[in-house]
Every structure is written in C-alpha cells, then in structure tokens.
C-alpha cells in the first residue's frame, strides 16, 4: 500500500462559515488526463465533496479516532496531483494515498467529532459527496465501531463498463519502469521463511556522501546486503532476495512492492546515516509508526522519503509532505513483529556492529509501509564518521554486519515456529 500525501499548505478559497461545521473550501489543480484521478476536495458548508477526473466504480468510508479522521476508499480512483489546501473548521487536513493499484484512499483529519450521513456517488460517477453531522465523542465513537458506510452509486453504475486505469501519474524514467521481480535464492524449501533485503538507493540516487573520503551511502549498501545475501543462502536455512543487485534506481514503493510480491516474511532495507557532527557513529535500526520517536528520527523520515524526488518530480507518484504516513489498521501486527525483531537485531548484531545507545527509533519511513511484511530499516552506520564509513566499506565490516543480520533472523524464526508447535531449524 502506498500513500503519498498531500498535507496542509496554501491558501484556502472562498471560505465562509455557515454553522459550526461549516468549512472551508478546499481545493484544486486539476491533473488533466489521469483517469479517475482525485482533483479536488471541496467543503462546502456541512456537505464534502470529493471530484474525479473521471467516473469511479464505487466508494466505501469508515472513521477512525485518535486523532479522528474519517477515510474514504474509492475503487477505480487514483491519487490525483493536485494539492489540497485544507481550511479551518472541522477539518483540518486532507491527504491521499494508493491502496492498491485500483484503490485510492482520501484520509481527513476532524477537528471536533462528526459523523457521515448521505453518502452519495453523483448520477455521472465523477464525484462522490456526503454530509458532516456534529456528533458527541460518544456518538463518535459509536460510529467509528460501526465500520463502513458503503456508497450507493446510481443505478446505472453498475452498467457502465468500468474504464482501465493506470497507476502511474508521474513520468518514470525508464530505469525504474517495469521492475522485473529478483531471483530468490538460498533454501529451496518453499515453505522457508523468505527475507527480501533492500540496499538502500542507487543510480542517480548516491544517498549520503563522505566528504572527506567520497564514499557514498548507495556502494556500502549494496555490498552490505549482498553480504547479508550470501550469508544467509550459505546458511541454506531460508530463502532470500534482494530488491537490487546492481547500482540501480528504485522508487521506494518498488522496494517493499517486491517483497510483497514475493511474499516476504521479512524485509531489512539497508541504509548508512549521515550527520553534520562527524563524530556521531554507531548502528540503528529503524521501525515504522506514525509519529517520529525524536526529532532526529523525524529528520532521518525526510531525508529518507526524499529518496523519490528528484528535480522536484516525485517518482513515487506522491504529492506533497511524504513525512506524514497514515498507518493502516492492519498493519499493527506487522509493526509489532518488526519492533521485536528490532531489538534482536541489536541483540544479535552487537558482538560484531557497534549500536547506539539509543538503537531502536520509530519514524515514518515510506519503504517500511507495505501493511503485512514486517520491516525494519537498518541505518548500519555512519557514512560521515570516517572509523564507521571504514568499517562499512570493507569487506571485514560487510561480513561482520551480515553475520549479525543472519544470527537475529534465524532466531526470530526459529521463535515463530517454536509459537507455532512446529519443527525448528534444520
Ligand atoms: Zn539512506
């Protein structure tokens, strides 16, 4: 699942406050030519409505509180490329992501509890509009427990013959169209645990550099995870594969896309850090959640997600402010799991990888999103500490970091199906 959002800036058009709900008008910039593509919310007293380029399948929508927000899946939509300018009242913010390819997900943050009523698909299916009704918390909460609220569509919806849409909006250049699914090496046992390791950025994208020394984030990663690689397919105890193997671009949706493709158990993207103080060194890994741990965590969130944006074209596909990433419902497992394995990683790795103090962070990193791969980013070190950016450019350093990253995934395996009554190891 990806989300790209498009968050609060820019001036709000004719604004006008009718009762308590009543709001601001949001909106525009239309993205001519993407079929179904979302090109503006507009409040309008108490009544959103949410247009399209083009006609749309169907549409559901649920709450969710804290914060409170109410989301609208849209089937046969795509996240369109204007910004939303969100206004005051009772909503304070609009963002949008793709759920899946067909799927486009409008998330709104409430500032006072509300509740949905009316829910309409207009008679040509290119826009879609429901009421906002002031609600108590109680009766907030209630509605939030009710789940969906499906959309009636009008009764000729059903005929019209949906339309193909493509899921790109930006261009792409071509080294990162058509990613081919890499090889799964290791255990031929298909029922091993599959691990699907990202070496962070590559191509045009060098990550971080070491002004003193020239080594670059996107070299180490790539040897480090192809350490990672060959240490676990000599271990032949579970399967294993890389999202690059070679110095090549990837958007950060394409990397966890392949773990899920492949049906990863787990997925370790590899990254080294970079700080103003070149004294800073040590690992840390990673995990996803919706709010930054510190600010360091938050600052790290940005430079990461910008790995998609370049001359200002956001290769992802997303528009706006990337730091923000709403986390799905679903998702809670996975990010349980990769905070367990978060802090075995530290456990197992430590003999061989100097750690922070502090070694496990949470920010809102895009290449963890995907909702059911448990994932964690390994930020093996600093590239601007000279000991650090020594130790992950030599092959003595790749080893080491690989012969930890091997040691935690077997014990976390081992764990699950120790969980699970069955066989361990082998
Ligand atoms: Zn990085």
Redesign the pocket.
């Known amino acids: 699942m990806t989300f790209g959002w498009t968050a609060g800036v820019g001036t709000m058009h004719k604004r006008r406050m009718v009762h308590s709900l009543a709001l601001a008008s949001i909106l525009t910039m239309a993205a001519p030519g993407s079929a179904g593509g979302i090109y503006a919310v507009d409040v309008r007293d108490d009544r959103v409505v949410v247009r399209f380029d083009d006609t749309v399948a169907g549409a559901s929508a649920f709450l969710l509180d804290g914060p409170r927000r109410i989301a609208l899946d849209i089937n046969g939509a795509q996240i369109g490329r204007g910004g939303f300018a969100p206004g005051n009242g009772a909503i304070a913010a609009v963002r949008q992501g793709q759920l899946n390819g067909d799927t486009a997900r409008v998330v709104l943050d409430l500032t006072t509890p509300a509740t949905l009523g009316d829910t309409r698909i207009a008679a040509d299916g290119k826009s879609l509009s429901f009421s906002l009704r002031e609600a108590s918390e109680g009766a907030f909460r209630t509605a939030v427990g009710k789940g969906r609220t499906r959309f009636d569509a009008p009764a000729d919806m059903a005929a019209r013959p949906q339309k193909r849409l493509h899921s790109i909006t930006v261009p792409i250049p071509a080294s990162a169209r058509g990613v081919s699914l890499p090889a799964v090496e290791g255990a031929r046992d298909g029922a091993r645990p599959l691990i699907v390791i990202d070496a ?2 590559g191509g045009h994208d060098p ?2 550099i070491n002004k003193e020394n020239g080594k670059r ?2 070299d180490v ?1 790539l040897a480090v995870a192809q350490a990672i690689r060959d240490q676990l397919v000599k271990s032949g105890r579970v399967r294993v594969a890389l999202t690059r193997d070679d110095d090549k671009f990837l958007v950060l949706q394409e990397r966890y896309g392949i773990a899920r493709k492949l049906g990863a158990d787990l997925f370790i ?1 590899i ?4 700080a103003e103080n070149a004294d800073a060194h040590g690992a840390t890994v990673y995990t996803l959640s919706e709010t930054a741990s510190d600010r360091e965590a938050a600052r ?1 969130a940005a ?2 997600n910008k ?1 998609d944006i370049i001359n200002g074209v956001n290769l992802g596909g997303q528009t706006g402010d990337v730091s923000s990433i709403l986390i799905d419902l679903t998702q809670r497992e996975s990010m349980n799991i990769s905070a367990n394995f978060a802090r075995l990683l530290q456990r197992e790795a430590s003999p061989f990888v100097p750690f922070r103090s502090a070694y496990h962070r949470f920010a809102s990193l895009m290449v963890l999103k995907a909702p059911d791969t448990p994932s964690v ?1 390994f ?1 093996t070190g600093y590239i601007s500490n000279a000991e650090d950016a020594a130790f992950l450019a030599s092959r003595d350093g790749q080893q080491k970091i690989a012969r930890g990253v091997a040691r935690a995934i077997e014990v976390h395996f081992a764990r699950k199906l120790a969980m699970r009554g069955g066989p361990a190891g082998g």
Not at 271 to 274: E, G, K, V
Request: aromatic share 0%; proline share 0%.
């Open positions: 962070g950025h990550g971080a984030e996107k990663t993207s990254h080294a850090d970079a790290l430079r990461e790995a980013l930020e």
